[in-house]
C-alpha cells in the first residue's frame, strides 16, 4: 500500500523534472548591492553561517548582510591571503581556510580573527591548499600542489603522504575524501590513489579508458556508498565497490549538449531527489540522474531574473536546510532543492528548445498525456512535460482553411472520440487531429468565420460556445462537419467568459458582468445574485474569469478585480456565498483562474502569484519564488487540470505546473543568531555570542545603560519572509514582534537589574525556533544609585524639605499681599497677551500645515487631504483618486550652479505652475526639496489622468527668469491610484516612486502608471 501511494506521487513529479527551468535567485546584501565574488568554496558553521570563499577575501552571509574578511597583512591575526580556494569545517567547529599563497588558515570565532597553521620548516610543503579533509587522532589532511600532508593542527608539523616512491616531489592533490568504510581516496594530477585510513599503504586504483595519468579533479560519495569520480577532459566515473562495478557517466541526456567528456569539473553535490549536481569550468550545471546516469545541462540564460548568470561553476554546496547554493564566477546563487510541488517552464528565445512566445493563454490537456498550450499568436506548442516541445501548430496566412490565423489561440477542447482537438481563436473555430499534423478552419452556418472564441465547453446537448458576441452550442457530425448552433439568450451579459458543468442539463456561464445557469433542456436563464432567491449584490455584476465546481458541489467564481466567490449549494433555493479578497489574504483581487485538485483543495493563479485554498475554512496560503512560483501574472482563464492531477496556469512568461501531492511546509528550525551587539553605543567583539549550547552573559558597566542587539534566523530560503520576535524578561511585559526589516532588539536607559534577553526566529514559512536564543543582562548601577546612598539622601532630603517648607511659609505670607496688588495690573496685561497668542497660534497653524517657502501644503496636509479623500471613497463605496509624485529634473544644477536663491525662485515658480495645472479641488503640495506630490480627486482612469500629467509636463517649457538668467527644467511624474493600487498613503507613496523612478530612466520629462 505505501509502495502504491509513493509511485503515485512520483510520477507526476517526475514527468516534468528532465524538462522545467530551475530556479536561482541571486543573493544580496541588506543595502540591495549584488555581490560579484566570485565564488570559490563555501560552508557552513554549527551555528548555521555561511561562509563563501572568493578571489576577494573570506565572507560570512546572515541572510541579509554579505560580511567581508580581506587580506590584511599589517595585522598579526588579519587574514592572510584574500584567495580563498578550499573551506571545511571540522566536527568540532573548527572553520578551515585553504589560500592560494598562504597555506592554511584557521578562524578564532572567540576573537573574530585569524591564525595561520603550518607555516615553517616542518609544516606544510606547498602554500597553496586545494583541500582539506578530516584525518584520525584530529589531524588534517591538506592537498596541495606539492601532495597530500598529514597536519597535526595543534603543533603546525606535517607529514608527507609520499604518493610516488623514490621520488622527491608527489603530484598536486585537488580531492580527498575518506568513504564510509574508512578508506582514504586521494585524487590528484597522476591518477587515484587508495590509502588505508591513516595514510598508510597507497596504491595506485586503476580507472580504464583514463589513461596513465588521469587528472581526478574531484570526488564525492553518494548516499549508497558509491564513489563518484570526476576526470578532466574525460568525465565522471562512478565506483560501486560493493558491486564491484565502475560506470562512466554517458553523454545520454535530453539536451544533447550536456555532455562532460571535455569539461573541467568544479564541484559535485548529490541533491537528495535522486539527482547529482556536477558543476562545470566552463559549460555550466549539468544534472545527474543517480539511477540511469543520464545528463541534463543548465546553460546559462541571462535573459532570466532566475537563470544561472554564468557558465563558469567555481563552487556548489548543499546547507543544512535544503539550499543549494551555486558559487560562479560572477555571483552566489541559491537554489530550493524542495520546492519541487512547483515546475516553472518559461517561454520565448532561450538557451534550449522552449515554448515559442512568453504569453501562454490557453491550456489544453489531451487523452495522449500530452499538453498544448496556446503560446501567444505563434500558434501551439504541443508539449511533452518530459521531452518538452514535440510538435507545433504554427499560423500561416497562405493557407487560410489549413492553418492557424497569425491570431491568439484562446482555449480548446479535446473531442476524444475522434481523436481531435476543438480550438478557439481570436479569428474562429479550427479543429486539429490529436498528432498535430493537420488543421482546419471550421465555418459553422449562421457564424462569421473569423468569430471570436474565448470558452468551450461540454454540455448534455452538445458543445457550447462562447466568446464577445454571446453563447450558442454547436454540434458536429461524423465528418466533422458543424451541424445546427443554437443560440442561448437572456444572459446578463452578451460576453461570455467562462463556462462549465453544473447538474447533467444544466451549466454555469460567466459573462463580463455575472453569473447565469442555463438549462439547455429550456433555455431557462437564472442570475446568481441578481433577484429573487438568489439575492447577492456582491455577485449582481461581477466581471467572471474562471468557473469551476469542486467535488463537493460548490461554485468557485474567480473575478478580475473583486476577488473570489464561494457559492455552496448554488442551485437550491437558498445558497451561501463567501467571499475572499485582498482582506482575507489574497495577494491580488484580480483571479485568473480557479483550479480545484484532486486532493479537496482549491488553487486560482492571481495577478501576484499562486495561492492556495482551504475549502472549509478559506485560509489562503500564498506561493512565491521561494516555492518556486517564478511567474507573478496570469493570463485570465488559462489554466487546466490534468488527468495525472497536475494543475497548469498559463501566464505572462511562460506556465507554472502545480503538483499538490507533493505540497508540504518546510519543518527546517532556523537557528536564531546574534550579529551585532551594541552597548552604549560601542559595537562589542561577537566572539562570545552565538557559541552553541551556551547562554551569553552581558554586563552593561555604570554610566552605560543602552543596549541593542541585531539578530537574524538562519534560514536562507527567503530572508525577508522570516519573521521576528523579542522579549526582554524583567522589562517587557509581552513579546515585541517585528519582521525581517527591523531585525533590531533596542533599550536605552534601562534601569539597574538582572534580565534576560530572548530572541525568536522563524522559517520563510512561518515555523518558530524552539528554543529562542537568550542574552543574561546585567545592568550594573553608578554610586548614585546603591542602596546606602539612595536612604541617606532620602533622610537629607526629609529634613531639608522640612526647613524649606517652614521659610516658604513665612515668605509665602508675605507675597501674598504684594500679589494681590499685582492681580488687576496682570489681569489687563493677560487679556492683551490673549489676544497675541490666538494671532501666534494662527501663524502657528499655517507653520505646521504649509511650506514656508512656497505657500503649499506640506507633507502633514497632504497626508489629512488623502485621508479626507479615502473616507470619502470608502463611505460611498465608489471612485477613487490618484496620487502624483513630481520632482523637478536638473534642479541640483540650477541650484549649485545659480545659487540658492535662484533655486527658491524655481521652486515658488514650480509652485504656481502647478496649481494652475490641475483644479481648485485638488490638492498641490511641497513634500521636500524640488519634490511635490498631487492628489487628483475623482480621477482613477489613465485616459483622463493623462491630460493632467501632460499640462504639468506643458507648464515647464517656459523657462524661469531669474535676475536676467534664464533657469528650464522639466518635471519627472509617478502615478498610483486609490484603491485599486494601494490604500494607504504609503503603500500609494512606494507604488508611485517606483513609477516616477521609470519615467525618469525614460528619458526624463515624461510620466508613468505603477
Same mark, same amino acid.
Given at each position: 500500500?505505501?509502495?502504491?501511494?509513493?509511485?503515485?506521487?512520483?510520477?507526476?513529479?517526475?514527468?516534468?523534472?528532465?524538462?522545467?527551468?530551475?530556479?536561482?535567485?541571486?543573493?544580496?546584501?541588506?543595502?540591495?548591492?549584488?555581490?560579484?565574488?566570485?565564488?570559490?568554496?563555501?560552508?557552513?558553521?554549527?551555528?548555521?553561517?555561511?561562509?563563501?570563499?572568493?578571489?576577494?577575501?573570506?565572507?560570512?552571509?546572515?541572510?541579509?548582510?554579505?560580511?567581508?574578511?580581506?587580506?590584511?597583512?599589517?595585522?598579526?591575526?588579519?587574514?592572510?591571503?584574500?584567495?580563498?580556494?578550499?573551506?571545511?569545517?571540522?566536527?568540532?567547529?573548527?572553520?578551515?581556510?585553504?589560500?592560494?599563497?598562504?597555506?592554511?588558515?584557521?578562524?578564532?570565532?572567540?576573537?573574530?580573527?585569524?591564525?595561520?597553521?603550518?607555516?615553517?620548516?616542518?609544516?606544510?610543503?606547498?602554500?597553496?591548499?586545494?583541500?582539506?579533509?578530516?584525518?584520525?587522532?584530529?589531524?588534517?589532511?591538506?592537498?596541495?600542489?606539492? /601532495?597530500?600532508?598529514?597536519?597535526?593542527?595543534?603543533?603546525?608539523?606535517?607529514?608527507?603522504?609520499?604518493?610516488?616512491?623514490?621520488?622527491?616531489?608527489?603530484?598536486?592533490?585537488?580531492?580527498?575524501?575518506?568513504?564510509?568504510?574508512?578508506?582514504?581516496?586521494?585524487?590528484?594530477?597522476? /591518477?587515484?590513489?587508495?590509502?588505508?585510513?591513516?595514510?598508510?599503504?597507497?596504491?595506485?586504483?586503476?580507472?580504464?579508458?583514463?589513461?596513465?595519468?588521469?587528472?581526478?579533479?574531484?570526488?564525492?560519495?553518494?548516499?549508497?556508498?558509491?564513489?563518484?569520480?570526476?576526470?578532466?577532459?574525460?568525465?565522471?566515473?562512478?565506483?560501486?565497490?560493493?558491486?564491484?562495478?565502475?560506470?562512466?557517466?554517458?553523454?545520454?541526456?535530453?539536451?544533447?549538449?550536456?555532455?562532460?567528456?571535455?569539461?573541467?569539473?568544479?564541484?559535485?553535490?548529490?541533491?537528495?531527489?535522486?539527482?547529482?549536481?556536477?558543476?562545470?569550468?566552463?559549460?555550466?550545471?549539468?544534472?545527474?540522474?543517480?539511477?540511469?546516469?543520464?545528463?541534463?545541462?543548465?546553460?546559462?540564460?541571462?535573459?532570466?531574473?532566475? /537563470?544561472? +548568470?554564468?557558465?563558469?561553476?567555481?563552487?556548489?554546496?548543499?546547507?543544512?536546510?535544503?539550499?543549494?547554493?551555486?558559487?560562479?564566477?560572477?555571483?552566489?546563487?541559491?537554489?530550493?532543492?524542495?520546492?519541487?510541488?512547483?515546475?516553472?517552464?518559461?517561454?520565448?528565445?532561450?538557451?534550449? +528548445?522552449?515554448?515559442?512566445?512568453?504569453?501562454?493563454?490557453?491550456?489544453?490537456?489531451?487523452?495522449?498525456?500530452?499538453?498544448?498550450?496556446?503560446?501567444?499568436?505563434?500558434?501551439?506548442?504541443?508539449?511533452?512535460?518530459?521531452?518538452?516541445?514535440?510538435?507545433?501548430?504554427?499560423?500561416?496566412?497562405?493557407?487560410?482553411?489549413?492553418?492557424?490565423?497569425?491570431?491568439?489561440?484562446?482555449?480548446?477542447?479535446?473531442?476524444?472520440?475522434?481523436?481531435?482537438?476543438?480550438?478557439?481563436?481570436?479569428?474562429?473555430?479550427?479543429?486539429?487531429?490529436?498528432?498535430?499534423?493537420?488543421?482546419?478552419?471550421?465555418?459553422?452556418?449562421?457564424?462569421?468565420?473569423?468569430?471570436?472564441?474565448?470558452?468551450?465547453?461540454?454540455? #448534455?446537448?452538445?458543445?457550447?460556445?462562447?466568446?464577445?458576441?454571446?453563447?450558442?452550442?454547436?454540434?458536429?457530425?461524423?465528418?466533422?462537419?458543424?451541424?445546427?448552433?443554437?443560440?442561448?439568450?437572456?444572459?446578463?451579459?452578451?460576453?461570455?467568459?467562462?463556462?462549465?458543468?453544473?447538474?447533467?442539463?444544466?451549466?454555469?456561464?460567466?459573462?463580463?458582468?455575472?453569473?447565469?445557469?442555463?438549462?439547455?433542456?429550456?433555455?431557462?436563464?437564472?442570475?446568481?445574485?441578481?433577484?429573487?432567491?438568489?439575492?447577492?449584490?456582491?455577485?449582481?455584476?461581477?466581471?467572471?474569469?474562471?468557473?469551476?465546481?469542486?467535488?463537493?458541489?460548490?461554485?468557485?467564481?474567480?473575478?478580475?478585480?473583486?476577488?473570489?466567490?464561494?457559492?455552496?449549494?448554488?442551485?437550491?433555493?437558498?445558497?451561501?456565498?463567501?467571499?475572499?479578497?485582498?482582506?482575507?489574504?489574497?495577494?491580488?483581487?484580480?483571479?485568473?483562474?480557479?483550479?480545484?485538485?484532486?486532493?479537496?483543495?482549491?488553487?486560482?493563479?492571481?495577478?501576484? /502569484?499562486?495561492?492556495?485554498?482551504?475549502?472549509?475554512?478559506?485560509?489562503?496560503?500564498?506561493?512565491?519564488?521561494?516555492?518556486?512560483?517564478?511567474?507573478?501574472?496570469?493570463?485570465?482563464?488559462?489554466?487546466?487540470?490534468?488527468?495525472?492531477?497536475?494543475?497548469?496556469?498559463?501566464?505572462?512568461?511562460?506556465?507554472?505546473?502545480?503538483?499538490?501531492?507533493?505540497?508540504? #511546509?518546510?519543518?527546517?528550525?532556523?537557528?536564531?543568531?546574534?550579529?551585532?551587539?551594541?552597548?552604549?553605543?560601542?559595537?562589542?567583539?561577537?566572539?562570545?555570542?552565538?557559541?552553541?549550547?551556551?547562554?551569553?552573559?552581558?554586563?552593561?558597566?555604570?554610566?552605560?545603560?543602552?543596549?541593542?542587539?541585531?539578530?537574524?534566523?538562519?534560514?536562507?530560503?527567503?530572508?525577508?519572509?522570516?519573521?521576528?520576535?523579542?522579549?526582554?524578561?524583567?522589562?517587557?511585559?509581552?513579546?515585541?514582534?517585528?519582521?525581517?526589516?527591523?531585525?533590531?532588539?533596542?533599550?536605552?536607559?534601562?534601569?539597574?537589574?538582572?534580565?534576560?534577553?530572548?530572541?525568536?526566529?522563524?522559517?520563510?514559512?512561518?515555523?518558530?525556533?524552539?528554543?529562542?536564543?537568550?542574552?543574561?543582562?546585567?545592568?550594573?548601577?553608578?554610586?548614585?544609585?546603591?542602596?546606602?546612598?539612595?536612604?541617606?539622601?532620602?533622610?537629607?532630603?526629609?529634613?531639608?524639605?522640612?526647613?524649606?517648607?517652614?521659610?516658604?511659609?513665612?515668605?509665602?505670607?508675605?507675597?501674598?499681599?504684594?500679589?494681590?496688588?499685582?492681580?488687576?495690573?496682570?489681569?489687563?496685561?493677560?487679556?492683551?497677551?490673549?489676544?497675541?497668542?490666538?494671532?501666534?497660534?494662527?501663524?502657528?497653524?499655517?507653520?505646521?500645515?504649509?511650506?514656508?517657502?512656497?505657500?503649499?501644503?506640506?507633507?502633514?496636509?497632504?497626508?489629512?487631504?488623502?485621508?479626507?479623500?479615502?473616507?470619502?471613497?470608502?463611505?460611498?463605496?465608489?471612485?477613487?483618486?490618484?496620487?502624483?509624485?513630481?520632482?523637478? +529634473?536638473?534642479?541640483?544644477?540650477?541650484?549649485?550652479?545659480?545659487?540658492?536663491?535662484?533655486?527658491?525662485?524655481?521652486?515658488?515658480?514650480?509652485?504656481?505652475?502647478?496649481?494652475?495645472?490641475?483644479?481648485?479641488?485638488?490638492?498641490?503640495?511641497?513634500?521636500?526639496?524640488?519634490?511635490?506630490?498631487?492628489?487628483?480627486?475623482?480621477?482613477?482612469?489613465?485616459?483622463?489622468?493623462?491630460?493632467?500629467?501632460?499640462?504639468?509636463?506643458?507648464?515647464?517649457?517656459?523657462?524661469?527668469?531669474?535676475?536676467?538668467?534664464?533657469?528650464?527644467?522639466?518635471?519627472?511624474?509617478?502615478?498610483?491610484?486609490?484603491?485599486?493600487?494601494?490604500?494607504?498613503?504609503?503603500?500609494?507613496?512606494?507604488?508611485?516612486?517606483?513609477?516616477?523612478?521609470?519615467?525618469?530612466?525614460?528619458?526624463?520629462?515624461?510620466?508613468?502608471?505603477?
Amino acid at each position: 500500500m505505501a509502495l502504491s501511494c509513493l509511485t503515485a506521487l512520483a510520477a507526476p513529479l517526475g514527468r516534468w523534472s528532465g524538462w522545467d527551468d530551475r530556479l536561482f535567485q541571486r543573493v544580496t546584501s541588506a543595502t540591495g548591492e549584488p555581490n560579484d565574488l566570485g565564488v570559490m568554496a563555501m560552508a557552513q558553521d554549527p551555528v548555521g553561517f555561511l561562509w563563501v570563499g572568493t578571489q576577494q577575501g573570506l565572507v560570512r552571509w546572515d541572510g541579509y548582510r554579505l560580511r567581508t574578511y580581506s587580506a590584511d597583512l599589517s595585522q598579526p591575526h588579519g587574514l592572510p591571503d584574500g584567495f580563498i580556494q578550499s573551506l571545511w569545517v571540522a566536527p568540532e567547529g573548527t572553520l578551515w581556510i585553504g589560500t592560494v599563497a598562504h597555506g592554511l588558515v584557521r578562524y578564532r570565532p572567540h576573537s573574530d580573527d585569524f591564525e595561520s597553521v603550518g607555516l615553517g620548516p616542518h609544516g606544510l610543503r606547498h602554500v597553496g591548499v586545494n583541500v582539506i579533509a578530516g584525518a584520525p587522532q584530529g589531524c588534517l589532511w591538506v592537498g596541495t600542489g606539492a /601532495g597530500l600532508d598529514r597536519l597535526d593542527p595543534t603543533t603546525g608539523r606535517a607529514e608527507r603522504v609520499v604518493l610516488n616512491p623514490g621520488r622527491t616531489e608527489d603530484p598536486a592533490v585537488q580531492a580527498v575524501l575518506t568513504d564510509r568504510s574508512g578508506q582514504l581516496w586521494i585524487g590528484s594530477d597522476a /591518477g587515484l590513489f587508495r590509502a588505508a585510513a591513516d595514510g598508510r599503504g597507497v596504491a595506485r586504483y586503476p580507472l580504464p579508458g583514463t589513461g596513465d595519468t588521469p587528472r581526478i579533479s574531484r570526488l564525492m560519495e553518494d548516499q549508497r556508498g558509491r564513489l563518484w569520480i570526476a576526470v578532466d577532459h574525460q568525465g565522471l566515473w562512478v565506483l560501486d565497490l560493493a558491486q564491484g562495478s565502475l560506470r562512466r557517466v554517458e553523454s545520454r541526456s535530453v539536451d544533447a549538449a550536456a555532455g562532460l567528456d571535455q569539461q573541467t569539473v568544479r564541484s559535485l553535490v548529490e541533491s537528495g531527489d535522486g539527482q547529482v549536481w556536477v558543476g562545470t569550468r566552463s559549460n555550466g550545471l549539468v544534472l545527474v540522474d543517480e539511477n540511469n546516469l543520464t545528463l541534463r545541462r543548465i546553460h546559462r540564460n541571462a535573459t532570466s531574473a532566475f /537563470g544561472l +548568470d554564468s557558465e563558469a561553476i567555481w563552487s556548489l554546496f548543499r546547507d543544512r536546510s535544503g539550499i543549494l547554493w551555486v558559487g560562479t564566477s560572477r555571483s552566489l546563487l541559491r537554489h530550493n532543492l524542495q520546492a519541487t510541488f512547483v515546475h516553472t517552464v518559461f517561454g520565448g528565445d532561450g538557451p534550449r +528548445d522552449t515554448l515559442r512566445s512568453e504569453d501562454v493563454l490557453a491550456v489544453i490537456p489531451t487523452p495522449d498525456g500530452r499538453i498544448w498550450l496556446g503560446v501567444g499568436t505563434e500558434g501551439v506548442d504541443i508539449v511533452d512535460p518530459a521531452q518538452g516541445v514535440v510538435a507545433t501548430l504554427r499560423p500561416d496566412m497562405k493557407h487560410p482553411l489549413a492553418a492557424l490565423p497569425p491570431e491568439r489561440v484562446l482555449t480548446g477542447l479535446p473531442l476524444e472520440q475522434r481523436a481531435e482537438v476543438l480550438l478557439g481563436t481570436q479569428k474562429g473555430l479550427y479543429l486539429a487531429d490529436l498528432a498535430g499534423t493537420r488543421v482546419r478552419r471550421l465555418e459553422v452556418p449562421g457564424h462569421r468565420s473569423d468569430e471570436e472564441v474565448q470558452v468551450l465547453a461540454r454540455g #448534455w446537448s452538445g458543445i457550447w460556445v462562447g466568446g464577445p458576441e454571446g453563447l450558442w452550442r454547436l454540434t458536429l457530425d461524423r465528418q466533422g462537419r458543424p451541424e445546427g448552433a443554437r443560440w442561448a439568450v437572456g444572459m446578463s451579459d452578451r460576453r461570455i467568459s467562462a463556462i462549465t458543468r453544473a447538474s447533467p442539463h444544466r451549466i454555469w456561464v460567466g459573462t463580463n458582468s455575472g453569473v447565469n445557469l442555463y438549462d439547455e433542456r429550456t433555455g431557462q436563464v437564472l442570475h446568481l445574485g441578481a433577484g429573487g432567491r438568489w439575492q447577492d449584490a456582491a455577485l449582481a455584476s461581477v466581471n467572471v474569469t474562471s468557473l469551476e465546481l469542486d467535488p463537493k458541489g460548490r461554485l468557485w467564481v474567480a473575478t478580475g478585480g473583486t476577488g473570489l466567490f464561494v457559492v455552496d449549494a448554488p442551485e437550491s433555493d437558498h445558497p451561501q456565498v463567501r467571499h475572499l479578497g485582498s482582506a482575507q489574504g489574497l495577494p491580488k483581487d484580480f483571479i485568473n483562474k480557479v483550479l480545484p485538485d484532486d486532493l479537496g483543495g482549491v488553487w486560482a493563479s492571481t495577478d501576484q /502569484g499562486i495561492v492556495q485554498i482551504d475549502p472549509a475554512t478559506l485560509a489562503v496560503r500564498a506561493y512565491g519564488a521561494k516555492e518556486g512560483v517564478a511567474l507573478l501574472q496570469y493570463w485570465a482563464a488559462s489554466g487546466a487540470r490534468t488527468p495525472q492531477g497536475e494543475l497548469i496556469f498559463g501566464g505572462l512568461g511562460g506556465i507554472s505546473v502545480v503538483v499538490p501531492q507533493v505540497t508540504e #511546509w518546510r519543518t527546517y528550525q532556523a537557528p536564531v543568531v546574534a550579529t551585532e551587539v551594541w552597548v552604549g553605543g560601542q559595537a562589542q567583539t561577537m566572539g562570545r555570542f552565538n557559541q552553541p549550547g551556551q547562554v551569553t552573559r552581558l554586563t552593561l558597566p555604570p554610566g552605560q545603560h543602552d543596549l541593542a542587539v541585531e539578530f537574524a534566523a538562519l534560514d536562507y530560503l527567503a530572508p525577508s519572509s522570516n519573521r521576528y520576535a523579542y522579549r526582554l524578561d524583567g522589562y517587557d511585559e509581552d513579546w515585541i514582534p517585528t519582521d525581517a526589516s527591523r531585525r533590531r532588539a533596542a533599550y536605552t536607559n534601562l534601569p539597574p537589574g538582572e534580565y534576560r534577553l530572548e530572541l525568536r526566529g522563524s522559517n520563510a514559512d512561518g515555523l518558530w525556533s524552539s528554543p529562542p536564543m537568550v542574552i543574561d543582562v546585567e545592568v550594573q548601577p553608578a554610586w548614585f544609585q546603591r542602596v546606602g546612598f539612595r536612604l541617606l539622601a532620602a533622610l537629607l532630603g526629609l529634613a531639608l524639605l522640612w526647613g524649606m517648607l517652614r521659610v516658604r511659609t513665612l515668605w509665602l505670607t508675605r507675597r501674598q499681599h504684594e500679589l494681590e496688588q499685582l492681580v488687576a495690573e496682570r489681569t489687563a496685561e493677560l487679556e492683551q497677551r490673549s489676544a497675541e497668542l490666538q494671532l501666534s497660534q494662527a501663524k502657528l497653524a499655517e507653520m505646521a500645515y504649509f511650506d514656508a517657502l512656497t505657500g503649499l501644503p506640506n507633507r502633514r496636509m497632504l497626508a489629512e487631504r488623502f485621508d479626507r479623500l479615502a473616507s470619502t471613497v470608502r463611505r460611498e463605496g465608489e471612485g477613487g483618486f490618484a496620487l502624483l509624485l513630481l520632482d523637478l +529634473d536638473r534642479f541640483k544644477q540650477i541650484n549649485d550652479s545659480l545659487g540658492h536663491a535662484a533655486g527658491d525662485a524655481l521652486l515658488q515658480a514650480a509652485a504656481e505652475r502647478l496649481k494652475q495645472a490641475v483644479r481648485e479641488v485638488d490638492t498641490v503640495a511641497r513634500i521636500g526639496g524640488d519634490e511635490f506630490a498631487i492628489l487628483l480627486s475623482g480621477l482613477t482612469d489613465p485616459h483622463t489622468i493623462e491630460p493632467v500629467c501632460r499640462r504639468i509636463v506643458q507648464a515647464f517649457e517656459r523657462p524661469v527668469v531669474f535676475g536676467d538668467e534664464p533657469m528650464s527644467t522639466s518635471a519627472s511624474i509617478g502615478v498610483a491610484c486609490y484603491p485599486t493600487q494601494g490604500r494607504t498613503l504609503d503603500e500609494l507613496s512606494r507604488l508611485a516612486d517606483g513609477a516616477l523612478y521609470r519615467a525618469k530612466a525614460a528619458g526624463r520629462n515624461t510620466w508613468r502608471f505603477a
